[in-house]
């Protein structure tokens, strides 16, 4: 058994163990003095994967109001609004261990997300160990951009070690809140928004209004008037979208709304209905799934919900890539200047992909 394997075991083993509650009684009330004393409980302390990249990662909080825009969801709270947490590359040593969420995040989370009976607490998932830092100072240079999107009724929290592994890589990412659509988003009032749509199911409109929310983002951070103080460290010219499940649906949305992206990834998600089949005119896309889930080649209905598209007529991309236990495989369509892939390879570096 490999390493890996032997490392997935034992983390599938323990996540199938309820974790113990503080507290808890033991079998019997009255120990007798031979019998041995009931262990104490062991508190939760939850730690994210480290970064595997050279340089460390820095990560501060952005609020941003888009004033041409009532939110889609609840037109009552006004503006649109989006909780973006930035991730950079750092130097090592410098600024503060990142808390996972805010305690209003926490809260929201741990109530709605967390199996009852595990004894996790809400100050626990504020704890857990990101490997980021708030205040780290940037390292010079120019960096590409990733904009990150997560699944439905998951906040933004919930890709962290993805984004913090690709800013120790020397990426620039950009990981969006989408309030209303999860467990919650600590606004920029210090309100946490809870989730309407939990309840209701998502709207076919979802992918559409997550697509704009980030043609919002990408023009407050590469524009005239920057909102980020370290926009200097974006390389406009070399943007990327990626996103896991809707989040994923959504990447191809806002690719067809937006030239500036210029390469996304469909992370285990499908298509949904009304998705857009304008070319994508050499850019590339990148569908990543389990082949237990997904066909490689097709045999999937196009525009199912939830289940993922195929085919589809935009020729910037073919048929989904399969990730196993034992392997892993990732592949570009078509190979452009963007980003060229080999068959069961990590991805080439070339002009347009770093």
Same mark, same amino acid.
């Given at each position: 058994m490999t390493r890996t394997r032997r490392i997935a075991a034992v983390a599938a083993l323990l996540l199938a163990l309820p974790l113990?509650?503080?507290?808890?009684?033991?079998?019997?009330?009255?120990?007798?003095a031979t019998t041995a004393a009931a262990p104490a409980a062991v508190a939760f302390h939850g730690e994210l994967p480290r970064p595997t990249g050279r340089y460390a990662?820095?990560?501060?909080?952005?609020?941003?109001?888009?004033?041409?825009?009532t939110d889609p969801w609840v037109p009552s709270a006004g503006p649109r609004q989006l909780a973006v947490t930035m991730f950079y590359p750092a130097r090592p040593g410098t600024g503060e261990p990142a808390p996972y969420m805010t305690p209003g995040e926490a809260r929201n989370f741990a109530a709605t997300r967390i199996p009852a009976g595990t004894g996790?607490?809400?100050?626990?998932?504020?704890?857990?160990?990101?490997?980021?830092?708030?205040?780290?100072?940037?390292v010079g240079g120019k960096f590409p951009l990733v904009v990150l999107s997560p699944g439905f009724e998951n906040?933004?929290?919930?890709?962290?070690?993805?984004a913090t592994d690709l800013a120790s890589h020397g990426y620039v990412v950009a990981l969006v809140g989408h309030p209303y659509e999860d467990s919650g988003e600590t606004l920029a009032d210090g309100s946490t928004s809870d989730c309407p749509l939990c309840a209701t199911g998502a709207p076919d409109a979802l992918p559409e209004s997550r697509a704009r929310d980030v043609s919002f983002l990408l023009d407050r951070l590469t524009g005239p008037h920057p909102a980020w103080h370290l926009s200097h460290l974006i390389d406009r010219d070399r943007i990327g979208m990626a996103g896991h499940s809707v989040g994923g649906a959504s990447t191809l949305n806002a690719m067809a709304d937006d030239r500036r992206i210029l390469?996304?990834?469909?992370?285990?998600?499908?298509?949904?209905?009304?998705?857009?089949?304008?070319?994508?005119?050499?850019r590339s896309f990148l569908?990543?799934?389990?082949?237990?889930?997904?066909?490689?080649?097709?045999?999937?209905? @196009? &525009?199912? #919900?939830?289940?993922?598209?195929?085919? *589809?007529? /935009? @020729? &910037?991309? #073919?048929?989904?890539?399969?990730?196993t *236990?034992? /392997?892993?495989?990732? #592949?570009?369509?078509?190979p452009s200047s963007v980003c060229r892939c080999r068959r069961g390879r990590p991805p080439r570096r070339s002009a347009g992909c770093s």
């Open positions: 113990p509650l503080a507290g808890a009684a033991s079998a019997s009330t009255t120990p007798s990662a820095g990560e501060e909080v952005l609020h941003l109001t888009d004033p041409s825009r996790v607490r809400p100050e626990d998932v504020v704890g857990i160990t990101t490997h980021a830092a708030t205040g780290a100072k940037a906040p933004r929290a919930t890709l962290t070690g993805l390469a996304g990834a469909n992370l285990d998600g499908g298509f949904w209905k009304g998705f857009p089949t304008d070319p994508l005119a050499g569908l990543l799934g389990k082949e237990s889930d997904h066909t490689v080649g097709g045999g999937e209905t @196009p &525009g199912a #919900r939830p289940g993922p598209a195929g085919r *589809a007529t /935009s @020729p &910037g991309w #073919r048929s989904r890539a399969p990730t *236990a034992a /392997s892993r495989t990732s #592949r570009c369509w078509p």
